[in-house]
């Protein structure tokens, strides 16, 4: 699955930033009941889940964005949301979309860097 995100760059802690990933060659019937989601990696360190949508949006968060990052999804659009308030300079990193399909197959975005200063 080929997978596009937008919406990543520079805020000032505090700020707010909304990321965007589309599956524009997916067909409907395969990405309405997939899992999708957001990952990021700091520098040197592991790539670590941010938050999840299942199907039925049932949502998972990490305990560190829980109350800021709000994860939403599209389904006509084939796109998923993260809106990230309250942004911190922890927050900083390559954030990458993730996408199960019902037969767990997985596809990973290019993706896009958040940076907050400290």
């Known amino acids: 699955v080929y997978l596009v995100e937008s919406g990543g760059g520079l805020v000032q802690p505090g700020g707010s930033l909304r990321l965007s990933c589309r599956a524009p060659?997916?067909?409907?019937?395969?990405?309405?009941?997939?899992?999708v989601g957001w990952y990021r990696q700091a520098p040197g360190k592991q790539r670590e889940l941010v938050a999840l949508i299942t199907s039925d949006r049932i949502t998972t968060y990490a305990d560190s964005v829980k109350g800021r990052f709000t994860i939403s999804r599209d389904n006509s659009r084939k796109t998923v949301y993260l809106q990230m308030n309250g942004l911190k300079p922890d927050d900083t990193g390559v954030y990458y979309c993730?996408?199960?399909?019902?037969?767990?197959?997985?596809?990973w975005g290019q993706g896009t860097q958040v940076s907050v200063p400290g």
């Open positions: 993730y996408l199960a399909t019902s037969n767990l197959a997985t596809s």
């Open positions: 060659r997916t067909i409907t019937s395969v990405y309405a009941p997939a899992t």
